[in-house]
């Protein structure tokens, strides 16, 4: 049975991919999350499994004490907490925390926390990992990054949703620079993945018979582990979007060149994405990328 005594009630903003199984989870374990997304099919689907959807971010932050935020970037997060109907407007907002799940650039994360504070809020520097399966059964990994009184309030809570919780620090935005590190290594991992994979079906060997001995070799990625089935099937029903993808590795070479730090693999990974957006697969699974090199394989 979940432990509310710290965090409260608890509102979900964002109710796609991610945000829909990590409210299944925390309904499962007895938070009884609200949610709400501005996605009426989103929402019919969070209703009809039993969650209860509120028609906006104020009336939800009328709700809840503590708010998960699992929207895509950085615009959205600005529109659910300080649009119109924005969470800083509920008139019992001192009692909030905000959640920041979703990977931005950790400029953004500053800005929100600066802004929250203003009102009285505290913010959570917390972006996640794992894909929807994870979030489902709570087993997801996190980057955690919050002033400590705050942390320790939410750290059921954060339980409840990964059974990986990396405390990086106190700093708001150590996390997101952490979660954009792990992306561009991840980004660069699938794309130099799906170069080898198209690469092997041009020689002529069976990609299966090479997936399972990548696997058990020294060119194993967990990425490519996850990935590559689903692309030699043909299974591109959207886990991880290409333009999630892409979208993140864009903010990490930004975040490079912002450090002084050459990226030029990082670079060349973008081309590959940037060329599978072209093709028209944003809205597949990252899989795609094996797809753009080969698609009449694929």
């Not at 998960?68 to 529109?79: F, H, L, N």
């Not at 109907?85 to 400029?107: F, L, M, W």
């Not at 990490?252 to 973008?270: D, K, N, V, Y």
Request: contains cysteine; negative net charge; hydrophobic residues 50%.
């Amino acid at each position: 049975m979940a432990d509310t005594a710290s965090t409260g009630t608890v509102g979900i903003i964002g109710i796609g991919a991610m945000g829909r199984p990590m409210a299944m989870n925390l309904q499962r374990l007895g938070h009884a999350p609200f949610v709400r997304d501005v996605d009426p099919a989103a929402v019919a689907l969070a209703q009809a499994e039993g969650l209860v959807a509120c028609d906006s971010a104020i009336a939800l932050a009328e709700r809840c004490d503590t708010i998960i935020v699992v929207v895509v970037d950085a615009p959205q997060i600005e529109d659910v907490l300080f649009g119109d109907e924005g969470v800083v407007h509920a008139a019992r907002r001192n009692a909030h925390t905000v959640v920041i799940c979703s990977t931005i650039a950790p400029a953004d994360t500053e800005r929100f926390r600066d802004r929250l504070s203003m009102h009285g809020i505290a913010c959570v520097d917390a972006p996640i990992s794992g894909g929807p399966a994870r979030a489902a059964d709570g087993t997801l990994a996190m980057m955690v990054a919050a002033e400590r009184p705050v942390l320790e309030r939410c750290l059921p809570l954060l339980r409840d949703m990964a059974s990986s919780l990396h405390l990086v620090g106190e700093r708001v935005g150590d996390a997101a620079r952490v979660k954009l590190v792990n992306n561009l290594l991840a980004a660069t991992n699938l794309a130099a993945g799906a170069e080898a994979f198209a690469l092997g079906v041009r020689l002529g060997l069976d990609p299966q018979m090479l997936l399972d001995v990548v696997n058990t070799s020294s060119g194993a990625s967990w990425i490519v582990a996850d990935r590559m089935p689903r692309a030699l099937a043909g299974d591109y029903a959207p886990r991880a979007r290409v333009g999630i993808l892409a979208k993140d590795l864009g903010l990490a070479l930004g975040m490079a060149g912002e450090a002084g730090a050459p990226a030029p693999i990082g670079a060349q990974a973008l081309a590959a994405f940037r060329a599978a957006l072209d093709a028209g697969y944003a809205d597949l699974d990252d899989a795609a990328l094996l797809r753009a090199l080969l698609p009449d394989r694929f």
